[in-house]
């Protein structure tokens, strides 16, 4: 910031410099003028603080005057009276160069400082009490009261010359000139001081006749301000009336509306101007101004009765023809009792337009405002728009309403306190294809947001409704009444014409739900070669979950929790492949293919779970029903199967959502990885394994020992075992 000063500064009192001057009724006081200006501009108007500073130099050293004012700015002008607060001490003779130095609101003081010129210097008059004259001077000395009073209504130090055939001579308090006369009269014989005042007093008396010929005085001898209203002849005149031109003479006369001014006729002007005021300076050509703060009434008002076309004729026309010109310009910089802005510019009409704005090549209206307020308001308190936007030339592709903004703020905002919307959008050619509402963004933030910010109710933050009873086949986007696209041929591996999320933590909130009223899809997905649907989930949920909520008996078509079709591999249209009916029954066309190499059902067990392991061989136990325990006697014909590593099948007689954390697979068919140990020696290939004495394990089967224990048998050894006591093998378990 810049702050700079343009400044004018006068002496504000006048000395005389006659002998005996009384010092202490001249005012040690400056008059100084100046506008400020910040970074080229003016500051702004109101109430600032300048520091006024004295020096006797240029650059450096102390002040020898300080002296802070209030003073009122507007366009930066301000006035100040120097020394009215501080008065400026005696101690300054103004004999020598000052410097003035001045700072506003606290700040730095305003370099270069301005030199005082000769008007302050005047102050060292205070000091004279003679001076040195010319030749042809005379110096007088005071009178018994000290000074010489007046001269002509002059105070101070007066000097009488002498000139030819004029001569000076005094005489007690009065001074006597005498010179000689021109032919006609005699001469002046003297000049008289007895009562403080100066007069001239001719040889017959105080009286001097000055006789002017008719007409010998013209009007440019006449001064300004020469001729006081008081001289002005007032014979006949009456309070109110005014001095109007008749046709031949000036004269007073009564006024038509009773107190104010109107023009001296009212007549039928033809295309002239009936009134018309010049100003070829750099003022005003007119001012209209009205004090009284009590006062309602308009200080210009124009009436034109008549009639019209859209342009005019107007009550009121400005017109600028100057480059960067303005026609009419309002200014208004005071409030209204509530605190409300006055108007700069205020446009009424009872059925018209209030405000009416026409330019050929640019903007019809254009509105400006510097603080937190709107550069354009409007206020309906009818039931039409505040605002309408209107392009009416068919062929344009412009746009009705354009907002920018360079800030951070929203470009466009709509509210609406009442019951209707903040905004309605509609394309009532039923013909068109354009959008009703179309957003764009460049940046990192989306294009539309909806935001419901009520915590109670279920009204959509968005919702998108669509009245056409087309069905859409054939259309890459349906009859839809929410469209998500992406457009981009190579969008990011998470890209979603879609995506809804639910933030909710306390609940069971959905991201996306679609609902369909009649017997079509709620949902559907579709993909050219991905995935038509995928569900995941993080962790604590189900990646997917299909609720069948009726009761009736499923069908192959109907009633079921899911449905899975594919074309037949001959062609065709899809048909069903795979169903999971009502009761959760499973049908497959193909077959199943389990990563699992066994088919196991779970069990309880004796004793505590943690006494088992997989790869136990497990026997019934006859202490409980349906209860296994390790196998622990040798070719035991209550052998079961095998504690089940990695099930294929595992089926159970409890329910599918049954807490089954404390059972155990049993594995009655398969492949398993089965515990064995060398009791009755090294296990081959092709071995038949029965149960051991070591519990849990078993061995290989003696075949004429096994002929007396019908159903021992475990199953076949898929590995040798012969190295250690113990060990674990593959085993194909087929209890018989």
Known sequence: MKRTLSTSCLLLFAVFLLSGVAIAQIPRTMSYQGI????????????????????????????????????????????????????????????????????????????????????????????????????????FSSTATGFVRSLNGRTGHVYLVEGSGISITEVGDSIMITGSGSSGGGS??????????????????????????????????????????????????????????????????????????????????????????????????????????????????AENNAKGSWNGPAAIYGKSTANGGIGVFGEATGYLNQGIPVRGVYGRSDSGIGVYGFSETNSAIFGQANGGSASIYGVNIGSGPAGQFIIQNGQSQGIALVAGTNGSGSTLEATNDGTGRAGNFVVNNSQGSADAVRAETNGDGSAIVGRRTKTTGTAPAILGENLSTSNGAGSTTGTTGLLGVITSTSPGGWSAGVRGINNGTGGNGIGVVGYQAGSGWGVLGQSVSGAGVRATTGGGGNALMAVYTGTAASTTTADNIAIFQAPPRAGGAPVNQARIDAIGRGYFNGGTLNAGADVAELFDVEGLLTGYEPGDVLAISTDSDRTLTLASEPYSTLILGVYATKPGVLLTEEHIDADLSEMVPLGVIGVIPTKVCDENGAISRGDILVSSSRPGYAMKADPEVLKEHPGATLGKALENFNEGETGVIKVLVNVR
């Open 36 to 139: 400020a200006n910040d970074d080229g501009s003016p500051i702004a108007d109101g109430t600032h603080t300048v520091r006024f500073l004295i020096y006797t130099s240029a650059t450096g050293g102390t002040p020898i005057f300080v002296e802070a004012q209030s003073v009122t700015t507007r366009g930066g002008l301000f006035s100040a009276i120097i020394g009215s607060n501080t008065p400026i001490p005696s101690a300054m003779q103004f004999d020598g160069q000052y410097w003035l130095g001045i700072s506003i609101d606290g700040g730095p003081e305003m370099t270069p400082r301005a030199a005082l010129t000769s008007s302050p210097y005047a102050l060292n008059a205070l000091n004279a009490q003679h001076a040195n004259f010319a030749d042809s001077a005379r110096q």
């Open 188 to 301: 002046i014989q003297q000049v008289i001081n007895t009562d403080g005042a100066l007069q001239i007093t001719g040889p017959t008396g105080p009286v001097v006749r000055v006789n002017v010929v008719p007409g010998g005085i013209t009007g440019n001898m006449i001064a300004d301000y020469s001729i006081p209203l008081s001289k002005l002849d007032t014979a006949g005149a009456t309070s109110g009336q005014a001095i109007i031109f008749d046709g031949s003479s000036l004269q007073f006369s009564d006024v038509s509306n009773g107190g104010g001014l109107t023009l001296p006729y009212v007549a039928t002007v033809s295309t002239t101007d009936a009134f018309s005021i010049l100003n070829r300076g750099n003022g005003s050509a007119g001012v209209f101004r009205i004090d009284d703060t009590a006062n309602a009434n308009h200080a210009l008002r």
